[in-house]
């Protein structure tokens, strides 16, 4: 994976974790529990752990891209050193043919083709090493790569933040519904209650009707009796 890939995966990522952080910042504001429609704690957090992970995962790769980097400069580094020193013994070769032994025209144009192609080559591993250089300074975190992290930090420290509040509200949810349940069975009760006392004044009702239909009955029967009473005396 490219370094600039890598740095648009950290983007992508911090990107994530504003949208998240405001989110739940935004969730945290409203009315409260009464949202049913929203995401859970338990989702949210799950995202949270991803987006923390995908943010590590690239911090990794990054570094191993830097130091795969690093270890193409030291390669190269070691190449232009090589090279330098072939040069060196080439040019040394050259004089020695021309003070000391005599060498034809057509060995000294080769040593001289050697020590240019020789050249040549470290010249052109001094450019692969500065591209090489380029490319880890621009891997390195830059003023924006450091607000970016600082911006980053910030959002870690909000978002834990907001997990001490969803936790604080899960706690307060937890303490409404018990409160009702217990109203619940209170309402129970109290109509349970309520039932039984119906029930107690239907058959105390029940008991009254019985008791005034046998009360006149016997007031029936005691004027039947005087009516008869008064028809003996008259007699």
Avoid: H, W
Avoid at 82 to 87: A, G, H, N, V
Avoid at 178 to 203: F, G, I, L, P
């Amino acid at each position: 994976m490219s370094t600039e890939m890598m740095i648009a995966l950290v983007c992508a990522v911090s990107g994530l974790l504003l949208v998240v952080g405001g989110y739940l910042f935004g969730r945290s504001g409203s009315s409260g529990p009464a949202d049913s429609g929203g995401e859970s704690a338990a989702e949210l957090r799950f995202k949270l752990d991803q987006s923390d992970a995908a943010l590590a995962e690239a911090r990794r790769q990054m570094e191993s891209e830097r130091t795969a980097l690093e270890m193409k400069i030291a390669s190269a580094k070691l190449e232009r050193d090589r090279f330098s020193s072939e040069l060196d013994r080439a040019l040394k070769d050259s004089k020695s043919g021309v003070d000391k032994s005599g060498a034809s025209d057509k060995e000294l144009a080769e040593l001289r083709e050697r020590a240019l192609k020789a050249e040549k080559e470290r010249d052109d591993a001094v450019i692969k090493a500065a591209d090489l250089e380029e490319k880890i300074r621009r891997s390195r975190p830059s003023i924006p790569s450091l607000e970016m992290e600082r911006d980053n930090k910030q959002n870690r420290e909000e978002i834990d933040r907001l997990r001490t509040e969803l936790s604080r509200q899960d706690a307060r949810i937890e303490g409404l519904l018990a409160n009702v349940e217990k109203t619940a069975a209170e309402m129970e009760k109290v109509v349970k209650e309520r039932d039984e006392a119906r029930e107690r004044q239907e058959a105390a009702d029940r008991i009254i009707d019985a008791v005034r239909a046998r009360s006149g009955g016997l007031q029936q029967q005691l004027k039947e009796a005087q009516a008869e009473i008064a028809k003996l005396k008259g007699g």
